[in-house]
């Protein structure tokens, strides 16, 4: 196999094919630094943000504010990259070790708790030949 040269174009085209085969969990729009609170904000969607203190991610800890102020997203918007220091931090990561265990476990069984299956409707359409949920009867 010949060897092709790589442009601008080749490069978007891979991007896209990599997007559309398995997009990233946690996407963002956009990172930013503020050297005045020393906060790096991560952009989620329009109306959220999350601000984290730039000491969370012990590999920035000799960075200056300088240098952050270079912080960008990954290609795929599911990382936060830092060039200087070759470090890239998967934003999954960050939001699952810094928000609170007890409301990720929420969140999972609130989505576990909706979710349809065969057995669920084959369970429903049963109730349902039954004449569906029993009435609740009022206490005299």
């Known amino acids: 196999m010949a060897f092709q040269e790589m442009n601008e174009a080749h ?3 891979a991007l896209a094919a990599a997007a559309a085969a398995s997009p990233p969990p946690c996407q963002a729009q956009a990172v930013a630094y ?3 609170t020393r906060m790096v904000r991560i952009t989620l969607t329009p109306l959220c943000t999350l601000s984290f203190h730039r000491d969370l991610f ?3 800890c000799d960075s200056s504010d300088a240098q952050l102020a270079a912080i ?5 918007h599911d ?9 890239q931090i998967d934003l999954a990561g960050v939001l699952r070790d810094q ?3 007890s409301f990720l476990s929420f969140l999972l069984a609130q989505r576990g708790g ?3 299956s065969p057995a669920k409707a084959q ?3 049963r109730n349902g030949a039954l004449g569906g949920r029993p009435r609740k009867t009022v206490a005299a």
């Open 72 to 76: 960008r997203l990954s290609a795929r």
């Open 114 to 116: 909706s979710a349809t």
């Open 79 to 87: 990382a936060i990259m830092l060039d200087d220091h070759d470090v």
């Open 123 to 125: 369970a429903a359409r």
């Open 58 to 60: 012990t590999e920035w």
């Open 11 to 13: 490069f978007a085209a």
């Open 34 to 36: 503020d050297p005045g």
């Open 99 to 101: 928000l609170p265990k």
